[in-house]
T-cell receptor, first 111, second 113 residues
Framework: DAKTTQPPSMDCAEGRAANLPCNHS???????VYWYRQIHSQGPQYIIH???NNETNEMASLIITEDRKSSTLILPHATLRDTAVYYC????????????FGGGTRVLVKP | NAGVTQTPKFRILKIGQSMTLQCTQD?????MYWYRQDPGMGLKLIYY???????DKGEVPNGYNVSRSTTEDFPLRLELAAPSQTSVYFC????????????FGDGTRLSIL
Protein backbone atom coordinates (compact mmCIF):
# COMPACT_ATOMS: atom_id res chain seq x y z
CA ASP A 1 0.00 0.00 0.00
CA ALA A 2 1.15 3.53 -0.78
CA LYS A 3 2.69 5.59 2.00
CA THR A 4 1.05 8.83 3.04
CA THR A 5 2.49 12.05 4.48
CA GLN A 6 0.47 14.31 6.75
CA PRO A 7 1.40 17.31 8.89
CA PRO A 8 1.77 16.21 12.52
CA SER A 9 -0.58 18.84 13.90
CA MET A 10 -2.79 21.79 13.04
CA ASP A 11 -5.15 24.18 14.78
CA CYS A 12 -8.52 25.29 13.54
CA ALA A 13 -11.01 27.91 14.71
CA GLU A 14 -14.43 26.71 15.74
CA GLY A 15 -17.00 27.34 13.02
CA ARG A 16 -14.39 27.64 10.30
CA ALA A 17 -13.59 25.05 7.64
CA ALA A 18 -10.70 22.72 8.45
CA ASN A 19 -8.60 21.63 5.48
CA LEU A 20 -6.42 18.61 6.16
CA PRO A 21 -3.80 17.81 3.50
CA CYS A 22 -2.37 14.40 2.64
CA ASN A 23 0.34 13.49 0.15
CA HIS A 24 0.35 10.04 -1.43
CA SER A 25 2.66 10.46 -4.42
CA UNK A 26 3.20 6.70 -4.93
CA UNK A 27 -0.48 5.80 -5.10
CA UNK A 28 -1.40 3.30 -7.80
CA UNK A 29 -4.48 3.12 -9.94
CA UNK A 30 -6.55 0.70 -7.86
CA UNK A 31 -5.80 2.26 -4.46
CA UNK A 32 -8.43 4.12 -2.49
CA VAL A 33 -7.87 7.12 -0.24
CA TYR A 34 -9.49 6.69 3.19
CA TRP A 35 -9.87 9.09 6.08
CA TYR A 36 -10.45 8.00 9.65
CA ARG A 37 -10.32 9.92 12.88
CA GLN A 38 -9.67 8.92 16.45
CA ILE A 39 -11.15 10.99 19.22
CA HIS A 40 -9.14 10.73 22.43
CA SER A 41 -8.60 6.99 22.92
CA GLN A 42 -11.73 5.72 21.23
CA GLY A 43 -11.74 3.34 18.28
CA PRO A 44 -11.03 4.95 14.90
CA GLN A 45 -14.11 6.34 13.18
CA TYR A 46 -14.53 6.07 9.42
CA ILE A 47 -15.09 9.46 7.76
CA ILE A 48 -14.97 9.13 4.00
CA HIS A 49 -13.14 7.46 1.13
CA UNK A 50 -12.66 7.91 -2.61
CA UNK A 51 -10.89 6.51 -5.61
CA UNK A 52 -10.74 9.23 -8.27
CA ASN A 53 -13.70 11.55 -7.88
CA ASN A 54 -14.33 14.05 -5.13
CA GLU A 55 -16.70 12.75 -2.48
CA THR A 56 -19.00 14.36 0.06
CA ASN A 57 -21.04 12.95 2.92
CA GLU A 58 -22.67 14.28 6.07
CA MET A 59 -19.33 14.51 7.86
CA ALA A 60 -16.85 15.86 5.33
CA SER A 61 -15.71 16.36 1.77
CA LEU A 62 -12.77 14.66 0.11
CA ILE A 63 -10.94 16.43 -2.69
CA ILE A 64 -8.51 14.27 -4.71
CA THR A 65 -6.18 15.95 -7.20
CA GLU A 66 -6.41 14.93 -10.82
CA ASP A 67 -3.06 13.10 -10.69
CA ARG A 68 -4.23 11.43 -7.41
CA LYS A 69 -0.93 12.23 -5.69
CA SER A 70 -2.56 14.26 -2.94
CA SER A 71 -5.90 14.85 -1.32
CA THR A 72 -7.59 17.18 1.15
CA LEU A 73 -10.18 16.37 3.77
CA ILE A 74 -12.51 19.28 4.42
CA LEU A 75 -14.54 19.61 7.60
CA PRO A 76 -16.91 22.40 6.55
CA HIS A 77 -17.76 23.86 9.97
CA ALA A 78 -15.39 22.56 12.62
CA THR A 79 -16.73 22.10 16.14
CA LEU A 80 -14.91 21.39 19.38
CA ARG A 81 -16.01 17.77 19.04
CA ASP A 82 -13.93 17.50 15.85
CA THR A 83 -10.74 17.67 17.91
CA ALA A 84 -9.07 14.36 17.11
CA VAL A 85 -6.21 12.64 15.28
CA TYR A 86 -7.03 12.32 11.58
CA TYR A 87 -5.52 9.50 9.56
CA CYS A 88 -5.14 9.49 5.79
CA UNK A 89 -4.70 5.93 4.50
CA UNK A 90 -4.20 4.62 1.01
CA UNK A 91 -4.95 1.00 0.30
CA UNK A 92 -6.06 -1.29 -2.47
CA UNK A 93 -9.42 -3.00 -2.50
CA UNK A 94 -7.82 -6.42 -2.41
CA UNK A 95 -5.63 -8.36 0.05
CA UNK A 96 -8.18 -8.39 2.87
CA UNK A 97 -8.85 -4.64 2.79
CA UNK A 98 -6.04 -4.11 5.28
CA UNK A 99 -5.31 -0.61 6.58
CA UNK A 100 -1.84 0.75 7.38
CA PHE A 101 -2.01 3.61 9.86
CA GLY A 102 0.66 6.31 9.93
CA GLY A 103 1.07 9.04 12.51
CA GLY A 104 -1.89 11.12 11.40
CA THR A 105 -2.59 14.83 11.97
CA ARG A 106 -3.55 15.97 15.44
CA VAL A 107 -6.26 18.59 14.93
CA LEU A 108 -7.15 20.96 17.74
CA VAL A 109 -10.32 22.98 17.25
CA LYS A 110 -10.17 26.16 19.33
CA PRO A 111 -13.09 28.31 20.46
CA ASN B 1 -27.45 -2.91 15.97
CA ALA B 2 -24.41 -3.04 18.31
CA GLY B 3 -21.68 -3.03 15.62
CA VAL B 4 -18.32 -4.32 16.89
CA THR B 5 -18.25 -5.28 20.57
CA GLN B 6 -15.03 -5.91 22.49
CA THR B 7 -14.66 -7.42 25.95
CA PRO B 8 -13.21 -6.76 28.44
CA LYS B 9 -12.70 -2.98 28.30
CA PHE B 10 -9.81 -3.06 30.77
CA ARG B 11 -7.55 -5.81 32.07
CA ILE B 12 -4.38 -6.10 34.11
CA LEU B 13 -2.30 -9.25 33.66
CA LYS B 14 0.81 -10.55 35.34
CA ILE B 15 3.81 -11.53 33.23
CA GLY B 16 3.38 -15.07 31.90
CA GLN B 17 -0.39 -15.19 32.30
CA SER B 18 -2.64 -15.85 29.34
CA MET B 19 -5.96 -14.38 28.28
CA THR B 20 -8.37 -14.07 25.39
CA LEU B 21 -9.67 -10.77 24.11
CA GLN B 22 -13.15 -11.19 22.73
CA CYS B 23 -14.54 -9.50 19.62
CA THR B 24 -17.95 -10.01 18.07
CA GLN B 25 -19.81 -8.18 15.30
CA ASP B 26 -23.45 -8.31 14.30
CA UNK B 27 -23.14 -6.80 10.82
CA UNK B 28 -22.51 -10.11 9.02
CA UNK B 29 -19.13 -8.85 7.87
CA UNK B 30 -16.77 -11.39 6.33
CA UNK B 31 -13.57 -9.51 7.18
CA MET B 32 -12.32 -8.99 10.71
CA TYR B 33 -9.10 -7.49 12.11
CA TRP B 34 -7.09 -7.07 15.27
CA TYR B 35 -4.88 -4.00 15.80
CA ARG B 36 -2.77 -2.77 18.68
CA GLN B 37 -2.02 0.86 19.46
CA ASP B 38 0.87 1.88 21.67
CA PRO B 39 0.83 5.34 23.32
CA GLY B 40 1.17 8.17 20.82
CA MET B 41 1.41 5.82 17.86
CA GLY B 42 -0.84 4.72 15.02
CA LEU B 43 -2.52 1.34 14.91
CA LYS B 44 -0.61 -1.75 13.82
CA LEU B 45 -2.29 -4.83 12.35
CA ILE B 46 -1.81 -8.04 14.34
CA TYR B 47 -3.99 -10.58 12.51
CA TYR B 48 -6.90 -10.52 10.13
CA UNK B 49 -9.49 -12.91 8.74
CA UNK B 50 -11.37 -12.88 5.45
CA UNK B 51 -13.94 -15.45 6.55
CA UNK B 52 -14.71 -18.26 8.96
CA UNK B 53 -11.80 -20.67 9.12
CA UNK B 54 -9.38 -18.31 7.36
CA UNK B 55 -6.83 -16.18 9.21
CA ASP B 56 -3.57 -14.50 8.27
CA LYS B 57 -0.77 -12.58 9.92
CA GLY B 58 -0.51 -8.84 9.89
CA GLU B 59 2.43 -6.60 10.70
CA VAL B 60 3.02 -7.62 14.36
CA PRO B 61 1.70 -11.19 14.95
CA ASN B 62 4.37 -12.49 17.34
CA GLY B 63 3.02 -13.46 20.76
CA TYR B 64 -0.60 -13.69 19.59
CA ASN B 65 -2.95 -16.30 18.16
CA VAL B 66 -6.37 -16.05 16.58
CA SER B 67 -9.18 -18.28 15.43
CA ARG B 68 -12.31 -17.67 13.40
CA SER B 69 -14.86 -20.44 13.85
CA THR B 70 -17.90 -18.25 13.13
CA THR B 71 -18.59 -15.15 11.05
CA GLU B 72 -19.46 -13.16 14.17
CA ASP B 73 -16.52 -13.88 16.47
CA PHE B 74 -12.77 -13.28 16.18
CA PRO B 75 -10.99 -13.83 19.53
CA LEU B 76 -7.36 -12.83 20.10
CA ARG B 77 -5.27 -15.02 22.38
CA LEU B 78 -2.19 -13.99 24.38
CA GLU B 79 -0.44 -17.13 25.62
CA LEU B 80 2.47 -15.80 27.69
CA ALA B 81 1.86 -12.15 28.48
CA ALA B 82 4.91 -9.89 28.31
CA PRO B 83 5.28 -6.20 29.29
CA SER B 84 5.78 -5.34 25.60
CA GLN B 85 2.19 -6.38 24.99
CA THR B 86 0.87 -3.57 27.16
CA SER B 87 -1.27 -1.67 24.67
CA VAL B 88 -4.77 -0.81 23.55
CA TYR B 89 -6.26 -3.47 21.31
CA PHE B 90 -8.87 -2.68 18.68
CA CYS B 91 -11.01 -5.09 16.73
CA UNK B 92 -12.59 -4.09 13.42
CA UNK B 93 -14.75 -5.60 10.72
CA UNK B 94 -15.70 -4.81 7.15
CA UNK B 95 -17.70 -6.15 4.29
CA UNK B 96 -15.74 -7.97 1.63
CA UNK B 97 -15.12 -6.38 -1.70
CA UNK B 98 -13.09 -3.44 -2.81
CA UNK B 99 -13.41 -0.12 -1.06
CA UNK B 100 -15.40 -1.18 2.00
CA UNK B 101 -14.55 0.78 5.17
CA UNK B 102 -13.67 -0.87 8.46
CA UNK B 103 -15.80 -0.40 11.56
CA PHE B 104 -13.98 -0.40 14.89
CA GLY B 105 -14.83 -1.43 18.43
CA ASP B 106 -14.10 0.71 21.48
CA GLY B 107 -10.93 -1.16 22.38
CA THR B 108 -9.49 -3.23 25.23
CA ARG B 109 -6.89 -1.53 27.42
CA LEU B 110 -4.41 -4.17 28.56
CA SER B 111 -1.59 -3.71 31.05
CA ILE B 112 1.03 -6.39 31.71
CA LEU B 113 2.81 -5.98 35.04
Amino acid sequence: DAKTTQPPSMDCAEGRAANLPCNHSTISGNEYVYWYRQIHSQGPQYIIHGLKNNETNEMASLIITEDRKSSTLILPHATLRDTAVYYCIVRSGTAGNKLTFGGGTRVLVKP
Amino acid sequence: NAGVTQTPKFRILKIGQSMTLQCTQDMNHNYMYWYRQDPGMGLKLIYYSVGAGITDKGEVPNGYNVSRSTTEDFPLRLELAAPSQTSVYFCASSMSGGGQPQHFGDGTRLSIL
